[in-house]
């Protein structure tokens, strides 16, 4: 298990720098001017309390230490590249929201949004990767499982680097997109891209 749970570490931390750099290009010229600030430091606290994540910190990453009062929190944002809590990559303001051209747009940013958690979900029975309390539980971790979603999140990200880079989703991917993230119930002029 601690092979597996080392291959899972690398690759988590790969996919999850992947995903935030994506997740920056619409958000970051917002984030990067906001007065009101939605990260908080009682969500850094999970990345103390999360034995996945603290071990992610550890072999993966060199960071500044934690403050108590403003957790991972600098001046210049968040000071992780990689394990921050899900709940971090689930959040966008209605400021980002609403500068999105269409519910398309809107829709694909839910899609990287939920991302990291997919790939952690059901990871130890019916629990997220993250909440695994100690190594025991870490022990039990569904590895197939996590490197599955993994691989799935995978081709989701490059589908939406290359709609990105060039409009065009590729008709590959749609089933991908709809298992991290269900399609929206409303339709608009995208219903097409929806209707796999």
Request: proline share 5%; with cysteine.
């Amino acid at each position: 298990m601690v092979a597996e749970l080392t291959k899972i570490l690398k690759a988590y931390a790969v996919f999850e720098i992947q995903v935030r750099t994506q997740i920056a290009q619409f958000c970051a010229p917002f984030c990067s001017v906001c007065e009101s600030v939605c990260c908080r430091p009682e969500y850094c606290r999970e990345t103390i309390d999360s034995p996945f994540l603290t071990l992610l910190r550890s072999k993966a990453l060199r960071i500044t230490a934690y403050d108590a009062k403003r957790g991972w929190l600098t001046p210049t944002g968040c000071a992780l590249s990689a394990g921050r809590p899900p709940v971090c990559y689930q959040f966008s303001c209605k400021k980002i929201l609403d500068s999105l051209p269409d519910d398309y747009y809107r829709y694909l940013l839910g899609v990287l949004s939920e991302m990291v958690a997919y790939v952690g979900k059901r990871a130890i029975g019916t629990r997220h990767l993250v909440e695994a309390m100690n190594a025991t539980e870490l022990g039990r971790l569904n590895a197939d499982r996590i490197l599955k979603r993994l691989s799935e999140a995978r081709i989701a990200l490059e589908a939406i680097q290359s709609f990105a880079g060039n409009g065009a989703l590729p008709d590959s991917a749609l089933e991908v997109l709809k298992k991290i993230k269900p399609r929206p119930a409303s339709r608009s002029h995208t219903q097409g891209y929806f209707d796999v």
